[in-house]
């Protein structure tokens, strides 16, 4: 192929994803105005003939809140919200919705890439992205869940607990709260999806397979490190708690990569 019609073809490449890219910056745009504006009252009819007024964000995040707080392992927990500044409201309002409105979008992301990037893969490749696709979701989800409803709750807990040691009152910043359960929640999902990523990469050849299965316990001692940084408790129960899951899929995904080079040796001899 020529220079000039490499050139050609990389720019129908890159102009097909601009315009992919575009429809997922519209459909984010559009999230982000009905996160903002649209009443959350409507679902509660004497609400919204009375008047009542919430943003569909503000109702989502106060939701998440109400949800942390009365968790049963938070439940003796008593916070006292305050505001760093007059203008907190407005910045809460539009970082909640700008947060809700990116990850609700990240499926239409997904899709455009997707859509983007098939036309050039072997069908054999085809397959095994879809088959993998559903599950690296599915983990991701799953730990956001986990993420929520234990690991907020039991370092909320931790982070009171060790305050009344020293008889202080725990006044926090709404904001404080919000950006915590949020990058909790969403970290949790992420580290969730590490072992299958791993395996996704490993089995189309760009992690080496046998480091993985020799070096395995270093790693989850790595995962377990980890697992302390994204909890701000600092290591411990919470960490644990976090890190557990995470080993214990990647033990199942080292199993599942040892029996596919038993396979290929097999194949070969």
Known sequence: MSSMGFLKDFKRHIDELIRRLKRVFIFWFILLILLMSFPASVFNIQSFLEGSYTPLSVF???T?????LNSPLTSTVNLVF?????SMGFELWLLSAFILSFLFSIPHLILE??????PGLYEHEKAFLRKTFLPIIGCFIGGCVFGFTVIVPIILRAFVTVMMWFNIQPVVAYMDFISFVVATTIFSGLFMTTPLIVYVLARIGLIPVEPLVKYRFPIYIGVYVLAAIITPDGGSFGSAILALPVILLFEVIIQMLKRSIKRTNCCRG
Do not use: S
């Open 82 to 86: 305050i505001a760093k500044d007059l």
């Open 60 to 62: 989502i995040v106060n």
């Open 113 to 118: 890439i997707w859509r983007f990037i098939e």
């Open 64 to 68: 998440m809140a109400n949800y942390v």
